[in-house]
C-alpha cells in the first residue's frame, strides 16, 4: 500500500502550495534576485532542496554519500547562475528528484519500512527507514517551499501559473 498523503504532500496538496508550480515558471530574473532582507533566493533554495533530495536518494540506493561536514556545503557557492540555462537545470532535477522520491513513496510495506544506512551521527538519532527518510524530505521541502512562495510574492510572481492561493 503506497503512502498516499506523502505522494501528495510531495506535490503539495491541500493545505501546501503545489511544490512544482512554484518553482517551474519563476523568470531568471526572479529566480535569481535577492534583495538583502531574505539570506537566499530562489534559485539557491531549490538547489539547497535538490542537494538533500539527491543526498538521501543516494543514501537510499546505498551509495554512501559524504554528509556535509558544515552546513554550508548544502549550499550553492556561486550568489547565481551564470545563465538562465542554469536555472532550467536546477528545475529539471528538481522535478527528476520529486518523481524518484514519489516512486519510492508508493513501495509496498516490506521496503517502506526497511532501514536505510546511517552515514553521519546525526542519521542514528531517529528512526531511518525508507518511510521515515521520505517524510524528513517532505518537511525539508516543504519548510523552503514555503520560502519560495514568500519570495515569490514579494517579488510579484504570486500566483503560479500552476495555480496557488493568492488570499
Keep these: 500500500m503506497p503512502d498516499s498523503p506523502l505522494i501528495e504532500l510531495l506535490y503539495g496538496q491541500g493545505a501546501h502550495a503545489n511544490t512544482l508550480a512554484c518553482v517551474e515558471d519563476v523568470p531568471f530574473e526572479i529566480a535569481v534576485r535577492r534583495d538583502g532582507k531574505f539570506p537566499h533566493s530562489i534559485w539557491q533554495l531549490v538547489w539547497h532542496m535538490n542537494f538533500w533530495m539527491e543526498y ?6 546505498e551509495e554512501s554519500p559524504t554528509y556535509p561536514a558544515h552546513a554550508s556545503e548544502s549550499w550553492p557557492v556561486d550568489a547565481r547562475p551564470a545563465r538562465p540555462d542554469e536555472w532550467n537545470e536546477a528545475v529539471t532535477r528538481f522535478r527528476n528528484n520529486l518523481a524518484e522520491l514519489a516512486k519510492l513513496a508508493a513501495s509496498p510495506p516490506d521496503i517502506l519500512f526497511k532501514e536505510v544506512p546511517a552515514l ?13 527518510v521520505l517524510w524528513q524530505t517532505v518537511v525539508h521541502n516543504t519548510y523552503h517551499i514555503g520560502q519560495v512562495a514568500m519570495l515569490r510574492r514579494e517579488s510579484g510572481a504570486w500566483p503560479p501559473k ?3 492561493d493568492s488570499w
Excluded at 56 to 61: K, M, S
Aim: net charge positive; no cysteine; proline share 0%.
Design 162 to 164: 500552476g495555480g496557488g
Design 56 to 61: 538521501e536518494l543516494a543514501r537510499i540506493r
Design 120 to 132: 553521519h551521527r546525526v542519521q542514528t538519532e531517529n528512526s531511518s527507514s525508507l518511510l521515515a
